[in-house]
């Protein structure tokens, strides 16, 4: 069956990096539009940053552009998310996210999850 499975999340300092994976299941891969999504506690899963099937077109929320970069490599059916310039409010958990036809994910209209990957970034 369809399975995302992210990892790469963890602890860093204020100003640190971290690389998210998720390895997806799907086929075919490529018509998929991917994206990740967070979550922090007491707070509603926000939508972070999506890309196309073939990675032409990316979108990203506001408070992480210029700091995050998505990206997905189809021959190995899976995307990442490259988190630089972190900052505390950047903690929550990550899901990774898939859509059978769009490529700009909205929370409603996600047809797979991932089973999300912690991120903390401490100051």
Do not use: H
Not at 87 to 104: F, Q
């Amino acid at each position: 069956q369809v399975q995302l499975v992210d990892s790469g999340g963890g602890l860093v300092q204020a100003g640190g990096s971290l690389r998210l994976s998720c390895a997806a299941s799907i086929r075919p891969f490529d018509t998929y539009g991917m994206g990740w999504f967070r979550q922090a506690p007491g707070k509603e899963r926000d939508f972070v940053a999506s890309i196309s099937g073939r990675g032409g077109i990316t979108y990203y929320a506001d408070s992480v552009k210029g700091r995050f970069a998505i990206s997905r490599d189809n021959a190995k059916n899976t995307v990442y998310l490259q988190m630089n310039s972190l900052k505390p409010e950047d903690t929550a958990v990550y899901y990774c996210a898939a859509d059978r036809t769009y490529s700009r994910l909205t929370l409603s209209r996600v047809d797979y999850w991932g089973q999300g990957t912690q991120v903390t970034v401490s100051s």
